[in-house]
């Protein structure tokens, strides 16, 4: 049986797996550019963050109906329920879809009918949070939000994810306020690839509750103080860290630091599809490659509820 835990940094477009791409782009009749999934798998060899999001904005190309993101959302959560997933807040990349045409209420909607059925299908709780892109202006993510109104009860969050680098969290200020003032929940990418003080910067600034990865606080002695001091939770996502060459090998990644400093850490697969592997996966490459122990695995699993969105209703307490 797989230890429960919940699963608080997932991008819906990475679990996109290269058979349902190819299922989509033929219902769809869009051409992808690669013959085939053994193909477009080889493509799966990143340099960093940025080359990564060129293939994930890329392949986004096959997503095009409700029933597109239906079919998507319920195959992750197959897959999540089967590693022990219980509950998962789910991120989703609205511009990268309006861009190609596809309205804010086909992605919401197209998600939301795979999330009703969750709970009785998958035994899995969910909400959906709404990243901007951060590599895009501070007036699209406006325009964005104002989009999303029609579906606010349907979102829980928003986010903040994209290349990082040169694209600071104060960059968004207005629009975290405005949101914040809708009564949504605030997280955001920061420490990625990007300086400890964004992770600073997204905490005071944007007012987050918690920080997407927050890897690079290592480097900040003072930010790990406050980080222990105020629990504030870091969702990391260790697979994918060595995909996109933020640590070298999976054997130097600091998450065994990180506990030891007393910092509120988390277990995620972020672009699942992508970077090799589930969070059941990357519960098990931890203890293989890092010596995470039982104790220190259940340790993990339990921040993850303390770290959610959950607000102890009924249906929450019968996770
Ligand atoms: N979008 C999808 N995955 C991402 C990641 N790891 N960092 C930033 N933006 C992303
Ligand atoms: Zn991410």
Redesign the pocket.
């Known amino acids: 049986m797989p230890i429960p835990k919940a699963e608080l940094h997932l991008?819906i477009e990475?679990t996109l797996e290269p058979e349902l791409a190819f299922a989509l782009a033929a219902r769809n009749g869009v051409q992808l550019p690669y013959a085939d999934t053994e193909e477009l798998r080889k493509a799966y060899l990143f340099e960093d963050?940025q080359s990564f999001?060129d293939l994930?904005y890329g392949l986004m190309a096959v997503l095009r109906t409700e029933a597109d993101f239906e079919k998507l959302a319920d195959a992750y959560l197959a897959r999540a329920a089967a590693q022990g997933v219980r509950h998962a807040e789910i991120f989703f990349?609205p511009q990268a879809h309006i861009a190609r045409g596809v309205g804010m209420g086909t992605v919401v909607e197209g998600l939301g009918r795979a999330l009703d059925r969750s709970a009785e299908r998958h035994g899995i709780s969910t909400r959906l949070i709404m990243c901007f892109l951060r590599d895009q202006s501070a007036e699209s993510a406006m325009a964005t939000l104002e989009a999303a109104k029609p579906y606010l009860h349907r979102i829980t969050g928003v986010g903040l994810?994209?290349a990082?680098v040169g694209h600071p969290p104060a960059k968004f200020a207005a629009v975290y306020e405005a949101a914040g003032a809708l009564g949504l929940r605030k997280v955001a990418?920061a420490g990625?690839e990007g300086p400890a003080a964004y992770v600073s910067e997204a905490l005071d600034v944007l007012g987050v509750e918690r920080i997407d990865h927050g890897l690079r606080c290592m480097e900040d002695p003072d930010l790990v103080e406050r980080l222990v001091r105020e629990r504030v939770p870091l969702t990391l996502?260790p697979l994918?860290n060595v995909r996109?060459r933020a640590v070298d090998i999976l054997e130097e990644h600091p998450l065994p630091r990180m506990m030891a400093a007393g910092l509120l850490c988390t277990l995620n697969s972020?672009?699942p599809a992508y970077f090799g592997g589930y969070v059941g996966d990357t519960f098990h490459a931890v203890h293989e490659a890092l010596g995470i122990d039982p104790e220190g695995l259940r340790e993990l699993a339990r921040n993850s509820f303390e770290a959610a969105f959950l607000d102890g209703s009924a249906a929450d307490e019968a996770l």
Request: glycine share 6%; with cysteine; hydrophobic share 20%.
């Open positions: 991008h990475g963050l999001l994930y990349d994810d994209s990082e990418h990625e996502c994918s996109l972020d672009d």
